[in-house]
């Protein structure tokens, strides 16, 4: 039997494709604790043979808890910037009730928002900011999609991103908008965070599967992971956060 955390992110995967996933056991993962690979976010049934099929170098990228974008530029040699797809703020209210959406915007600032089935759902993100990032009634709720692109204009990973803005440092809000990565414009707020894994392993790349490989289809498997950031000095929780990468990245076919 589901818990009722794993039923909201169930519910939420169903909604918006799987864009962000999380697995391990919560509220058991520590600090510091590398969960199990888990295939597909969802059972350890196969952990054994998912680990099998990602190599040393896709572990340390999955594993590790240093900047992402600074893993993809010493692996590709480029310098690794956002491009914003989507994004959306609204205020946290509770499921059911009525609420907006403002600030949202597509690729090269189209308002590209109405077809977007995560534009639909409101009510599974806000679940999910009230109860796993610990957020409040009334707390501004980033969601959030960029493309990991290298200078040469090639995508070597996405983020899918849900934040709660009003707990993070006013200059990385405003920053939002830009093309700086959300992990780079906190340590330049030089606010101290700790990255908790939730879950690693592979993910079905999703419509994210134009973006990540030309041979890929939706239900391509590629590395991914998802972890969440939290404020040191405070405890609170400030991003929930799912990767992918591209296959290429790591020199190897998809799954």
Not at 29 to 55: H, I, M, R, Y
Not at 140 to 159: F, I, K, M, Q, S
Not at 231 to 243: A, C, K, S, V, Y
Request: glycine share 10%; net charge negative.
């Amino acid at each position: 039997m589901l818990s009722s955390y794993q039923g909201r992110v169930s519910k939420y995967n169903e909604v918006i494709e799987n864009k962000i996933v999380v697995g391990g056991r919560w509220p058991g993962t520590q600090v510091g604790s590398t969960p199990p690979p888990v295939a597909g976010f969802s059972t350890t049934d196969t952990a054994t043979e998912t680990s099998s099929k990602l190599g040393p170098l896709e572990q340390l990228v999955l594993r590790g808890d240093g900047l992402t974008t600074t893993s993809l530029e010493i692996l590709t040699g480029r310098q690794i910037t956002v491009r914003i797809r989507r994004q959306q703020r609204f205020p946290l209210t509770v499921p059911g009730q009525p609420s907006y959406a403002a600030d949202t915007r597509g690729a090269n600032g189209d308002p590209r928002f109405n077809d977007l089935s995560i534009y639909t759902d409101l009510d599974t993100c806000t679940d999910i900011g009230l109860h796993d990032l610990d957020g409040e009634t009334g707390d501004d709720l980033l969601v959030r999609e960029v493309l990991l692109t290298g200078d040469n204009g090639v995508v070597y990973g996405t983020a899918s991103v849900l934040a709660i803005v009003n707990r993070l440092p006013t200059d990385v809000a405003r920053d939002l908008d830009t093309e700086e990565p959300i992990g780079r414009l906190l340590v330049r707020a030089a606010l101290p965070v700790v990255r908790e894994l939730q879950s690693w392993g592979q993910l079905p790349a999703g419509d994210f599967a134009a973006h990540l490989g030309s041979d890929l289809s939706p239900e391509s498997r590629v590395p991914a992971r998802t972890y969440r950031m939290r404020d040191m000095l405070t405890g609170h929780p400030l991003t929930l956060i799912t990767e992918r990468f591209a296959p290429r990245l790591f020199g190897h076919a998809p799954g």
